[in-house]
């Protein structure tokens, strides 16, 4: 599917992940008007509004947006787990492509200190839809081990992940976790096991945060007099399809084929192939998830991930930049702004505004995301 018209992303905000306590309306309005100077347009020209939070109380988000003014514009909420960034971003994407609007917003938020799971075990009156839940740890654990086992993955590349996102999120003002020395595979290795071979180290931490952006049409860069430098190429939202040995009770992330299909439309709606891409976003909540991702999106063949990351090729020099922003193990994941931090990341890198963590020259980014359920969003966007 193309656009009937073109996409730019005019301004992107966000607020640190984590960090010194901040309330969560102050990170969204300071989010909001970072992204607003950003793009050099007014707030009251803003034809859509579009929020997203995984986690907030469903009457939270109308009543902070007001402080940015009373314009009278729809606000619409949106909500999709982990994918809820890239949720947001999609809808406000497809509003000005499909020539529908020439200016939308998308902002998302959220602070995991103010919700929590129900346990579903202790609970009276409170069941899930299918079976119990799987905490991620234990899914990822065992999802680990099944490569160690099939393609002989250690837990020293997977420590090599999470090191290297650890590294660059020190470069990364915004990211939660902002180390004062390197951090090394020993490091990784040696901190508090989660589930094996996960240690704490090679998990994402989940603290508050907001993360905005506005896109636009051509029509309103002509208006404002902006000149064009990142333009939105896909944007691809896809869910689970059947096939053998499918599960249906509750997957974390989906299956292969889905995080496979998102990224390979929107290599075909952006007309690029994999090797095209100079900077990636990925969920990685959990350092398995990168590894396997590398080869889902194509960055080479199934089972050659792992000597990507031992030859360096997915560091910020490397020929595949990857989660440079920190990534979800780095930067941290609130789960509603994760998505939107990811178009965040890659419009600077396109930009050549990404400061110590900048690659060198990238002409393509990709961010993909999934979601609980599940559900995954692929966006390319491309310098020009």
């Given at each position: 599917?193309?656009?009937?018209?073109?996409?730019?992303?005019?301004?992107?905000?966000?607020?640190?992940?984590?960090?010194?306590?901040?309330?969560?309306?102050?990170?969204?309005?300071?989010?909001?008007?970072?992204?607003?100077?950003?793009?050099?347009?007014?707030?009251?020209?803003?034809?859509?509004?579009?929020?997203?939070?995984?986690?907030?109380?469903?009457?939270?988000?109308?009543?902070?947006?007001?402080?940015?003014?009373?314009?009278?514009?729809?606000?619409?909420?949106?909500?999709?787990?982990?994918?809820?960034?890239?949720?947001?971003?999609?809808?406000?994407?497809?509003?000005?492509?499909?020539?529908?609007?020439?200016?939308?917003?998308?902002?998302?938020?959220?602070?995991?200190?103010?919700?929590?799971?129900?346990?579903?075990?202790?609970?009276?009156?409170?069941?899930?839809?299918?079976?119990?839940?799987?905490?991620?740890?234990?899914?990822?654990?065992?999802?680990?081990?099944?490569?160690?086992?099939?393609?002989?993955?250690?837990?020293?590349?997977?420590?090599?992940?999470?090191?290297?996102?650890?590294?660059?999120?020190?470069?990364?003002?915004?990211?939660?976790?902002?180390?004062?020395?390197?951090?090394?595979v020993e490091r990784v290795l040696g901190s508090r096991m989660l589930a094996y071979p996960h240690t704490a180290r090679m998990a994402?931490?989940?603290?508050?945060?907001?993360?905005?952006?506005?896109?636009?049409?051509?029509?309103?860069?002509?208006?404002?007099?902006?000149?064009?430098?990142?333009?939105?190429?896909?944007?691809?939202?896809?869910?689970?399809?059947?096939?053998?040995?499918?599960?249906?009770?509750?997957?974390?992330?989906?299956?292969?084929?889905?995080?496979?299909?998102?990224?390979?439309?929107?290599?075909?709606?952006?007309?690029?192939?994999?090797?095209?891409?100079?900077?990636?976003?990925?969920?990685?909540?959990?350092?398995?998830?990168?590894?396997?991702?590398?080869?889902?999106?194509?960055?080479?063949?199934?089972?050659?991930?792992?000597?990507?990351?031992?030859?360096?090729?997915?560091?910020?020099?490397?020929?595949?930049?990857?989660?440079?922003?920190?990534?979800?193990?780095?930067?941290?994941?609130?789960?509603?702004?994760?998505?939107?931090?990811?178009?965040?990341?890659?419009?600077?890198?396109?930009?050549?505004?990404?400061?110590?963590?900048?690659?060198?020259?990238?002409?393509?980014?990709?961010?993909?995301?999934?979601?609980?359920?599940?559900?995954?969003?692929?966006?390319?966007?491309?310098?020009?």
């Amino acid at each position: 599917m193309s656009f009937s018209n073109d996409v730019f992303v005019l301004g992107v905000g966000m607020s640190r992940f984590g960090g010194p306590a901040q309330q969560l309306d102050e990170r969204i309005i300071a989010a909001s008007l970072e992204a607003i100077e950003d793009a050099g347009v007014p707030y009251a020209d803003v034809e859509s509004l579009y929020l997203g939070t995984s986690l907030a109380a469903s009457t939270y988000g109308p009543p902070v947006v007001k402080d940015l003014g009373l314009t009278g514009l729809p606000v619409t909420r949106i909500e999709n787990a982990s994918a809820t960034g890239g949720a947001t971003f999609y809808e406000a994407v497809q509003a000005v492509g499909s020539g529908r609007l020439d200016l939308a917003m998308g902002i998302a938020f959220d602070d995991p200190s103010t919700s929590a799971v129900p346990d579903f075990n202790e609970v009276e009156g409170i069941s899930p839809v299918l079976d119990p839940f799987v905490p991620p740890m234990a899914f990822f654990s065992m999802w680990a081990v099944r490569r160690m086992h099939e393609a002989g993955t250690t837990a020293e590349t997977l420590a090599m992940i999470a090191a290297k996102n650890w590294n660059n999120a020190r470069l990364n003002p915004n990211a939660e976790r902002q180390a004062t020395e390197e951090i090394t595979v020993e490091r990784v290795l040696g901190s508090r096991m989660l589930a094996y071979p996960h240690t704490a180290r090679m998990a994402a931490p989940q603290g508050a945060g907001a993360a905005a952006v506005i896109v636009g049409s051509k029509k309103a860069l002509e208006r404002y007099g902006i000149a064009a430098r990142v333009r939105v190429t896909a944007a691809q939202a896809h869910s689970e399809r059947y096939a053998d040995g499918h599960l249906f009770t509750g997957a974390i992330i989906g299956p292969p084929e889905m995080i496979e299909r998102a990224a390979f439309s929107a290599y075909e709606q952006a007309g690029i192939e994999p090797t095209d891409l100079g900077v990636i976003a990925f969920h990685d909540a959990y350092a398995i998830e990168e590894l396997l991702y590398y080869e889902s999106v194509g960055l080479c063949a199934p089972g050659d991930g792992d000597g990507l990351v031992h030859d360096g090729q997915t560091q910020l020099g490397g020929r595949f930049p990857t989660s440079t922003d920190g990534g979800f193990i780095g930067r941290g994941h609130p789960s509603g702004p994760t998505g939107l931090a990811q178009i965040w990341e890659l419009t600077h890198q396109l930009r050549g505004t990404a400061g110590d963590r900048q690659v060198a020259n990238p002409r393509n980014g990709l961010a993909h995301i999934v979601g609980g359920g599940s559900v995954c969003y692929a966006h390319i966007l491309q310098s020009v």
